[in-house]
């Protein structure tokens, strides 16, 4: 029996904080922290969450679960925001006295940090490999990204907080190989998947509504995107990906969309698809509350990421039975059979090889039954599970006597 479990028979309730700069509706991290929150309140815990921003801002008018406290942050650029942030939040929480301190974010101080977004020093040693000297060395001293690292350096090889949540071993080994983090102090638990809210039914529901909307053919194969950040997660690639399939003319006989769903510079790649031959196959779709209607639409799931801890979006496809093509840069990739319920590209760069699994992939036959593998396998990750072990961690903060403000 956990400790969590002896709290809960003996109805004792603890009071948590999480932290999370900015609470959006669509975010994969607020899903999560949803969800925890949601379990740890039907057990009569208190949950408090420290924000900047969240739908429907003024506290007053906000319903539901949780407490909502508006932490204040200068808006003048991105340095500005995050360091404020850091800094208003460890003032807020230090007025109250909570029994866990829960951190989606990098801050000062946390009892447990999710470490959702990876190792911010492995994603910039990636970025130099497609960067230009000069870009390379404005990130360097950009003050935005010398706070991140700090913020980062405490938490993985500091006292910033005594447990780390990766949602991968890849995002595991990059903590411990850039910080030398001790091993114990770093837990793995898998991202997990609705499958209730995403399933293979979707389909017979959403899909001829959603291609109608964007005046997509019946028979038309859709190629799939989904992810906030276009350069961290390799659209660039899919889009040379595609383009060589029609100049190899592998395509002839086949319509296809390439669908991409998301926050990004949509100007900056709408031109490079215009350079590409591609724009007229292409579909911005912007950001949405309702992503399992575009899985339903679509055929392919493909996400180049040149660097992901682990992507919900994958796992998200998988569950709507949707074969995915993904890099090795993408901590997934540990859970996807490699030609059997997805595809693993050795380098998100590696073009050709990307064409060549889109192409396997437009045989419906095939996506069919990567489809079914796919739904398979993300019935082993279900949310509830992740949830359970999100919380067992949680047990031993109540106890957090030795941590320091």
């Known amino acids: ?80 925001k995050i360091l404020s942030f850091t800094i208003c939040s460890y003032f807020l929480i230090k007025k109250d006295k909570f029994d866990i301190i829960l951190s989606f974010d990098r801050i000062l101080y946390q009892d447990i940090y999710r470490a959702g977004d990876g190792c911010h020093r492995e994603w910039l040693e990636k970025r130099k490999v497609i960067e230009s000297p000069l870009k390379i060395f404005l990130t360097i001293i950009n003050p935005f990204h010398r706070t991140i690292l700090y913020l980062e350096k405490r938490i993985y090889q500091g006292n910033g907080c005594r447990k780390i949540i990766a949602n991968s071993f890849k995002g595991r080994d990059d903590i411990v190989r850039h910080y030398r983090t001790p091993d114990e102090k770093i837990t793995v638990v898998y991202n997990g998947v609705d499958l209730n809210r995403f399933k293979p039914s979707n389909r017979d529901i959403h899909r001829e509504e959603v291609r109608r909307n964007y005046r997509i053919g019946e028979n038309d194969i859709v190629i799939l995107f989904v992810g906030s950040g276009f350069e961290r997660k390799g659209l ?157 961690i949680c047990d031993y903060g109540y106890f957090r006597e030795s941590f320091r403000f």
């Open 1 to 80: 029996m956990t400790l969590y479990s002896i709290l809960v028979f003996f109805g004792l309730k603890m009071k948590i904080a999480f932290i999370r700069m900015r609470y959006v509706p669509y975010g994969g991290a607020e899903n999560y922290l949803s969800l925890v929150g949601d379990e740890l309140v039907r057990h009569g815990h208190e949950v408090h969450i420290f924000s900047n921003w969240w739908k429907g801002s003024n506290p007053e008018t906000v319903s539901g679960p949780f407490i909502f406290h508006k932490v204040p942050v200068i808006k003048l650029s991105s340095f500005l």
């Open 236 to 392: 660039k690639f899919l889009f040379e990906g595609v383009s060589l399939l029609e100049k190899g003319c592998r395509m002839q006989d086949t319509r296809y969309k390439v669908l991409v769903v998301g926050k990004g510079d949509f100007t900056y790649y709408r031109n490079m698809a215009r350079r590409l031959g591609i724009e007229e196959n292409l579909i911005f779709a912007g950001i949405t509350t309702e992503i399992e209607k575009f899985y339903a639409a679509s055929d392919v799931f493909i996400l180049p990421s040149i660097y992901d801890p682990f992507s919900n979006a994958c796992l998200e496809a998988m569950a709507s039975g949707i074969p995915v093509i993904t890099t090795k840069n993408n901590g997934v990739s540990e859970i996807i059979e490699n030609g059997k319920d997805g595809f693993i590209v050795e380098s998100h760069s590696d073009v050709n090889e990307i064409a060549s699994k889109i192409s396997f992939l437009m045989f419906q036959d095939l996506r069919e039954s990567f489809g079914r593998d796919a739904r398979k396998k993300a019935e082993k990750f279900t949310i509830e599970n992740t949830v359970k072990k999100m919380i067992e």
